[in-house]
């Protein structure tokens, strides 16, 4: 049984480390190893004790006990670490799931959300995030349609899938609409999937929302290290639940996946995540300083771009007025270096493009788009 093809990561493959100008990237500056032992005050001698053999398949005990102080309802025994935050979502929805279950996931959204949730033979049901019409005085935004929640979600809902801070529009819902949305899977008896990639990267640490996981029995969170801290490279994630049978469920089937994780990869995220304030509260920073460089360039070019500003995280779903974003993202490209993702792999038809703004170098690349565009108009 064929899966659909995963347009977003096959399309970073193409062009991810040929592109001189990353102009979308979700993830957020990394740092070396180097950088990141110095910033914890460690050094490669204290690891060098490490022995490369096989790992704990539910992650190191250590490490577990570093992601469980993340969450208030959450130990360390119902932690998962993952030898890459993807597993996360494959092996919860094989362990979740049969053909013939119903699912509604929130769009748009990260392609395997939806694809591996209809290759195991569900139906999906799209909630799909409402773009509001642009006032005349300023941008409009994104909003979540609660009623449309309600009517999809029934009592044969097996499962609904979320994901904030949102990619790719940076919408954050309020404290109130998180637990109505709650709400509504405890009403149906519902599993609850929150991916929370990039909780940490709020604009004002106030709005964070409670992690999935500390508001109901049933939901699993996912997180790991790729975004808010900016370290992709050690491929480290988690899953953190409440319940203990679906825990275990989900342990088996990443024996079909990775067994483990990587030995030295957890032990720098245990590094890591002991600094990890310092990390997030970097990365806040230059996603600051870059949207306050993308305002005037959007305003600028608002005959070409229809500006959403993200509410948190790295990532913002832009629209193009009256140009196809595939053709528009390819063009850009070929033309400039400078690479934006259309929305079409995004399962958002294709009329948007996202942008990223985790990473030091979004200045140059912004310069060189600005340039690329006024050469194309004139």
Not at 84 to 99: C, K, N, R, S, W
Not at 129 to 157: I, M
Not at 161 to 178: A, C, K, M, Q
Not at 352 to 369: D, K, S
Request: glycine share 10%; proline share 6%.
């Amino acid at each position: 049984m064929k899966i659909k093809p995963f347009h977003t990561e096959r399309f970073f493959a193409a062009h991810e480390f040929t592109a001189p100008y990353i102009l979308c990237a979700s993830d957020c500056e990394s740092l070396s190893v180097d950088e990141l032992l110095q910033l914890a005050r460690t050094s490669w001698e204290s690891l060098g004790h490490l022995r490369l053999g096989y790992t704990e398949s539910q992650g190191a005990p250590a490490l577990r006990e570093r992601v469980a102080d993340l969450y208030a309802s959450v130990g360390a025994d119902r932690v998962i670490g993952l030898g890459a935050p993807e597993e996360g979502i494959f092996v919860t929805m094989h362990a979740l799931l049969a053909p013939g279950d119903e699912a509604v996931v929130l769009t748009p959204c990260y392609d395997s959300l939806v694809n591996v949730v209809e290759h195991l033979g569900c139906r999906v049901a799209r909630w799909r995030l409402v773009e509001a019409k642009e006032p005349p005085e300023g941008p409009g935004g994104w909003r979540l349609d609660l009623e449309a929640l309600e009517r999809l979600v029934t009592p044969r809902t097996k499962l609904v899938i979320v994901n904030f801070p949102h990619n790719p529009t940076g919408y954050l819902p309020s404290r109130d609409e998180w637990r109505a949305i709650v709400r509504i899977v405890e009403r149906a008896g519902a599993w609850l999937f929150s991916d929370e990639m990039y909780r940490g990267l709020e604009y004002d640490p106030a709005a964070r929302l409670p992690s999935g996981c500390d508001l109901y029995e049933r939901a699993i969170t996912l997180a790991g290290l790729s975004k808010t801290y900016g370290l992709p490279g050690l491929r480290v994630g988690w899953l953190a639940l409440q319940d203990r049978p679906l825990r275990d469920r989900i342990v088996g089937w990443k024996d079909y996946t990775t067994i483990c994780a990587s030995a030295p990869s957890e032990a720098l995220a245990q590094v890591a995540l002991g600094v990890g304030d310092v990390l997030a509260e970097r990365n806040r920073c230059i996603v600051q300083d870059n949207l306050a460089l993308a305002e005037p360039f959007f305003a600028r070019w608002r005959a070409l771009f229809r500006w959403n500003r993200p509410q948190a995280g790295s990532v913002a779903l832009v629209g193009l007025r009256e140009r196809s974003a595939r053709e528009f993202s390819a063009n850009l490209v070929a033309g400039s270096g400078v690479l934006l993702l259309p929305s079409t792999g995004l399962g958002w038809g294709d009329g948007h493009v996202r942008f990223g703004f985790g990473r030091l170098n979004f200045p140059e690349g912004l310069e060189r788009l600005d340039r690329y565009l006024a050469g194309a108009t004139r």
